[in-house]
């Protein structure tokens, strides 16, 4: 679960890591009552909403006076912002946040993360801070260190040292930048949280750490630990087809392909759309239905599918183990007789009681096309669609 830059950094002080003095509104009103309370001569006004490259689409402005921040407010409320990460379909700035500038001297990058492969804890750390971490990695990697920790309740001086070594610090500010980590370190794990991204980390000229903008993402399968933090969620910035797949317990992403995906489990869906992308075509969503679905659940995941305009055939492959294939076959067939599904539809079945589920379709009368196996379900449902 993705959470706004200003309750990040809320969170984030908790633990006692240091961020500008800000304040957000829902409304311009209400933004610049709130406003009249900050101690500054500048004004940082940012746009909150979930994707990186703000600045550049206009979504950061640095204004003088209470006078200018009210006008840019109100000219960036409700305004469409399309940056490298929202795609062309962009998102609607609906809350604003407005926070004390600072006195900058030095940028720098800092990320905390879960490294999967190594089932360890990572951070990443730069002296190219402010700038996409991404280019930075392709032009000078040796300007980036991962540094990757056991789990621990508490995060050792020797590794605070390693992550904050690139950024050459004084003394000073060396301690600080040990404490910012350890800070870092107890929120990430107390929280589980899956990334902490600091971008820019800044010294000011005073000599102070100070996170100038953050990202944080948390683990939506230990949410029930925390409800304050799911609290924080905010739907207007998620994709209403993909909110309803949550309600239904459903793990649906949508993708701009043109071939409805329905799976059990994740390894076989990256599989299937992987083959669906080696016959030509490129697959319109990701979906898993999971190991035990129901005839409603499944019901559900084909209205989800048909949802998308985009979507001109559709391919179910099932794996049997859990999941029964008599009952994913009767939930396809009600389902079908419910809706009006005028794009062809390809089924293959593995497993669990395959050639009961095989027969539910052959009699239903429906318009299906069988498939033996994986390969065959791909080139059906492609050669279909054309």
Do not use: W
Not at 33 to 51: G, R
Not at 59 to 72: F, P, Q, R, Y
Not at 308 to 331: E, S, T
């Amino acid at each position: 679960m993705n959470i706004h830059e200003h309750q990040a950094k809320q969170i984030l002080k908790k633990y006692g890591v240091a961020v500008p003095n800000g304040v957000f509104g829902l409304t311009v009103e209400e933004l610049i009552e709130k406003s009249k309370s900050l101690k500054t001569n500048k004004y940082i006004l940012k746009a909150q909403i979930h994707a990186g490259g703000r600045g550049k689409a206009g979504g950061v402005k640095i204004l003088d006076s209470i006078e200018e921040l009210k006008k840019a407010s109100k000219e960036m409320m409700g305004k469409k912002l399309i940056t490298h990460q929202t795609g062309s379909e962009g998102k609607v700035v609906r809350r604003l946040y407005v926070e004390e500038s600072s006195n900058i001297e030095k940028e720098f990058y800092l990320s905390c993360l879960v490294d999967r492969a190594s089932s360890k804890i990572a951070f990443i750390s730069s002296d190219q801070g402010g700038v996409d971490i991404e280019e930075v990695a392709k032009k000078n990697p040796e300007k980036i260190i991962t540094t990757k920790i056991n789990y621990s309740k508490e995060i050792s001086n020797k590794d605070c040292e390693n992550i904050i070594k690139i950024f050459s610090l004084e003394q000073k500010a060396q301690e600080q930048a040990k404490n910012l980590i350890k800070a870092i370190y107890k929120m990430f794990v107390s929280t589980d949280a899956s990334m902490v991204e600091i971008n820019p980390l800044i010294l000011t000229k005073e000599g102070n750490l100070i996170c100038l903008d953050a990202k944080v993402n948390f683990d939506d399968n230990a949410l029930f630990k925390h409800p304050e933090i799911a609290e924080l969620r905010d739907l207007s910035e998620e994709d209403p087809i993909e909110i309803e797949a949550s309600k239904h317990d459903l793990s649906y992403i949508k993708l701009d392909g043109s071939i409805g995906c329905m799976v059990n489990g994740a390894g076989l869906a990256m599989a299937t759309m992987d083959i669906i992308k080696l016959y030509g075509k490129e697959p319109a969503n990701f979906l898993d239905v999971g190991g035990g679905a129901s005839k409603e659940k499944v019901t559900e995941a084909l209205k989800l599918i048909l949802s998308d305009k985009n979507v001109k055939g559709i391919l179910i492959n099932i794996f049997g183990g859990i999941m029964r294939c008599d009952v994913l076959a009767q939930g396809v067939v009600n389902a079908a007789k419910d809706m009006d599904i005028n794009v062809p539809l390809v089924v293959r079945l593995a497993g669990t009681n395959f050639k009961e589920g095989k027969k539910i379709l052959d009699s239903s009368g429906l318009k299906l096309i069988s498939a033996e196996n994986l390969d065959d379900a791909a080139k059906k449902i492609v050669g279909a669609i054309k």
